[in-house]
């Protein structure tokens, strides 16, 4: 059974830092893996998919890696800014997406 | 319509009543999913549609939840004699077909809550 995990649950960082957010899978037999970003009380956004067969995807200040074999993938947010202040979703698609439980991420002026 | 779109955006029904949400995916898209997203339990997958295929009801966490997709279109979540433990964000999802090569796009969510 898949299972997906986001370290860290939370993050609070001053404007300008660079970011990692990591996602880990246990099963690699992923078709792709998406990374989306929800903001309170809102849906979900998709930000970045990674198929299988890809290392990394780019997305303006947003660099998404993906390592099938070792089941990792990280999420570069590079100069960040108060508006990037969201929670950030991993899912990693089989026949279905299961989801991370997320990493709450706060950027303060 | 240019996104995906749910209705209610919110519900607050009784114990025991039942209800139904509403998805409609984006035009053309064939895969259908719907999600639920719980406090304190993130998001997990309920049930899946692909074309005229039998949809994927593994996800489903009882026998009161049920879905249908009429006209591979739109698609109706109904939960029968809701309980508290229901109360979540239910989440649409679609993409242009099943198989990993395609983003999911997910509407805003309907919020219930059960009394």
């Known amino acids: 059974k898949q299972e997906v995990t986001q370290i860290p649950a939370a993050l609070s960082v001053p404007e300008g830092e660079n970011l990692v957010l990591n996602c880990s899978f246990t099963?690699?037999?992923?078709?792709?893996l998406q990374w989306f970003r929800q903001d309170p009380g809102k849906g979900l956004t998709s930000l970045l998919l990674?198929?299988?067969?890809?290392r990394e995807q780019t997305s303006g200040r947003l660099n998404a890696s993906l390592d099938k074999s070792s089941g990792r993938s990280t999420l570069y947010i590079a100069a960040s800014q108060p508006g990037d202040s969201a929670t950030y979703l991993c899912?990693?698609?089989?026949?279905?997406?299961?989801f991370g439980t997320g990493t709450r991420l706060q950027v303060f002026p | 319509g240019a996104g995906v779109s749910q209705s209610p955006s919110n519900k607050v029904t009784e114990k025991g009543k039942d209800v139904e949400l509403r998805c409609d995916p984006i035009?053309?898209?064939?895969?259908l999913y719907w999600y639920r997203q719980s406090l304190g339990q993130g998001l997990e997958f309920l049930i899946y549609?692909?074309?005229?295929?039998?949809?994927?009801k593994s996800g489903l966490p009882s026998d009161r939840f049920s879905a249908e997709r009429t006209g591979g279109s739109v698609s109706t979540l109904t939960i029968q004699r809701t309980q508290q433990e229901d109360s979540a964000v239910y989440l649409c999802?679609?993409?242009?077909?099943?198989?990993?090569?395609?983003?999911?796009?997910f509407g805003p969510g309907t919020r219930l809550t059960v009394l």
């Open positions: 099963d690699s037999a992923i078709y792709n």
């Open positions: 035009s053309g898209h064939t895969a």
């Open positions: 990674i198929q299988s067969s890809q």
């Open positions: 999802a679609s993409t242009w077909t099943s198989g990993g090569a395609w983003e999911q796009f």
């Open positions: 549609f692909q074309g005229n295929s039998a949809p994927d």
């Open positions: 899912a990693a698609y089989t026949d279905k997406l299961i």
